[in-house]
T-cell receptor
Framework: DAKTTQPPSMDCAEGRAANLPCNHSTISGNEYVYWYRQIHSQGPQYIIHGLKNNETNEMASLIITEDRKSSTLILPHATLRDTAVYYCIVRVVYSGGSNYKLTFGKGTLLTVNP | DGGITQSPKYLFRKEGQNVTLSCEQNLNHDAMYWYRQDPGQGLRLIYYSQIVNDFQKGDIAEGYSVSREKKESFPLTVTSAQKNPTAFYLC?????????????FGDGTRLSIL
């Protein structure tokens, strides 16, 4: 699986958009980008994933560059509850549908300030 | 509510004891996983199962054992052979579908050695 690079920490004001970048310059054509977050002492929470098109759900938007070498997770209106470590993961999906091993790096600690 | 239930939340083990961590899901997912997380580290895959009565070793299976007798359940036993068992253990599940389906996590069990 391709390696990802994320800033170790970011701050955001409550109510503003939080834009979390992720670099995955070695991504290959069959690798998806996944985002999770983990609040202290809880299990990781799935946020969103995508292959090459931008994606949006009730939690966030995922913007993937045209060359797929980087992506940005956008939390449109950050709240204090969004303070967490955010993980960007790139994972190959095999044609047979096998689904295993997420490799979590160190992620970005997002702190939302009042 | 559908989800993944891990129990207990906290577990203490004496030296030389085996302990079993419970993981139950009511999401009708085929695949289930066990990860270990150490302080400040990412997740490491212990075992995974893509179907009932079948499971495979992950990256750090030594000292651990699992069973998958029911689709809903994937218990993990930490044996006395695991020399450094103190960690945060996370169970996850996913549907197989097209293979890009995300893994969803429980809230974890924190194991400590007395």
């Amino acid at each position: 699986d391709a390696k990802t690079t994320q800033p170790p920490s970011m701050d955001c004001a409550e109510g503003r958009a939080a834009n979390l970048p992720c670099n995955h310059s070695t991504i290959s054509g069959n690798e998806y980008v996944y985002w999770y977050r983990q609040i202290h002492s809880q299990g990781p929470q799935y946020i969103i994933h995508g292959l090459k098109n931008n994606e949006t759900n009730e939690m966030a938007s995922l913007i993937i560059t045209e060359d797929r070498k980087s992506s940005t997770l956008i939390l449109p209106h950050a709240t204090l509850r969004d303070t967490a470590v955010y993980y960007c993961i790139v994972r190959v999906v095999y044609s047979g549908g096998s689904n295993y091993k997420l490799t979590f790096g160190k992620g970005t600690l997002l702190t939302v300030n009042p | 509510d559908g989800g993944i239930t891990q129990s207990p939340k906290y577990l203490f083990r004496k030296e030389g004891q085996n302990v079993t961590l419970s993981c139950e899901q009511n999401l009708n997912h085929d695949a289930m996983y066990w990860y270990r997380q150490d302080p400040g580290q990412g997740l490491r895959l212990i075992y995974y199962s893509q179907i009932v009565n079948d499971f495979q070793k992950g990256d750090i299976a030594e000292g651990y054992s699992v069973s998958r007798e029911k689709k809903e359940s994937f218990p993990l036993t930490v044996t006395s052979a695991q020399k450094n068992p103190t960690a945060f253990y996370l169970c996850a599940s996913s549907s197989q579908g097209a293979g890009n389906q995300p893994q969803h996590f429980g809230d974890g069990t924190r194991l400590s050695i007395l």
